[in-house]
């Protein structure tokens, strides 16, 4: 079945470092792949997307390339800033139907 | 636009005590609709979905159920909580058939179960 890995945090940056936070796939076909975030007592706010190989989802500073040869998409930004502390979780949609099997989720806390 | 409420935004309820979190959604039609429980600190767990009025399926075995009495209702229940029933539970929708759009998530409800 589809499955999700994030690489496990908490992960501890300073101000205006440069962020990378892995995340790899396995499922058949061609799945959606999202980044999803949440800050501290919210709900998850979708932060990207991306529906075919190839294809950048951006938003707010945050990238993350859609690699179909390494099933990956990978969350980057190039420089964090504290309001960037939350928990951030990949996630994909199978082509097959309408859910979304989600990472374990990997939190980052960012220091002035 | 669609928007998606969930209530109360956080509760505190004694051991035994009945349970009912409800969530709604507004400005679409036939929305698939999920019930996840995110314990302290640890990922998603999917407790519920629904694809249509009365339809309901259930992921993990546990002391709750769900029920969709209208297109855009969902509600959580349980007869009676157990100090592991505390955890934030998050209420989402999505568009029927198109995993392209991903889900859209409430804002939560903190349970405590005292």
């Known amino acids: 079945g589809d499955s999700v890995t994030q690489m496990e945090g908490p992960v501890t940056l300073s101000e205006e470092a440069f962020l990378t936070i892995n995340c790899t796939y396995t499922?058949?076909?061609?799945?959606?792949l999202f980044w999803y975030v949440q800050y501290p007592g919210e709900g998850l706010q979708l932060l990207l997307k991306?529906?075919?190989?190839?294809d950048k989802g951006s938003n707010k500073g945050f990238e993350a390339t859609y690699r179909k040869e390494t099933t990956s998409f990978h969350l980057e930004k190039g420089s964090v800033q504290v309001s960037d502390s939350a928990v951030y979780f990949c996630?994909?949609?199978?082509?097959?139907?309408?859910?979304?099997?989600f990472g374990g989720g990997t939190r980052l806390m960012v220091k002035p | 636009s669609q928007t998606i409420h969930q209530w109360p935004a956080t509760l505190v309820q004694p051991v035994g005590s009945p349970l009912s979190l409800e969530c709604t959604v507004e400005?679409?039609?036939?929305?698939?609709l999920y019930w996840y429980r995110q314990a302290a600190g640890r990922g998603l767990q999917l407790l519920f979905y629904?694809?249509?009025?009365?339809?309901i399926s259930s992921e993990v075995p546990q002391n709750l159920s769900a029920s969709r009495p209208q297109d855009r209702q969902f509600i959580l229940s349980s007869k009676k909580l157990l100090l592991s029933d505390s955890g934030f539970y998050l209420c989402?929708?999505?568009?029927?058939?198109?995993?392209?759009?991903?889900?859209?998530f409430g804002s939560g409800t903190r349970l405590t179960v005292v």
């Open positions: 629904s694809v249509g009025i009365g339809q």
């Open positions: 996630a994909l949609g199978s082509n097959a139907g309408n859910m979304l099997t």
């Open positions: 400005g679409t039609s036939n929305p698939n």
């Open positions: 991306a529906t075919k190989a190839d």
């Open positions: 499922a058949t076909g061609y799945p959606s």
């Open positions: 989402a929708w999505s568009v029927d058939m198109d995993s392209s759009y991903g889900y859209t």
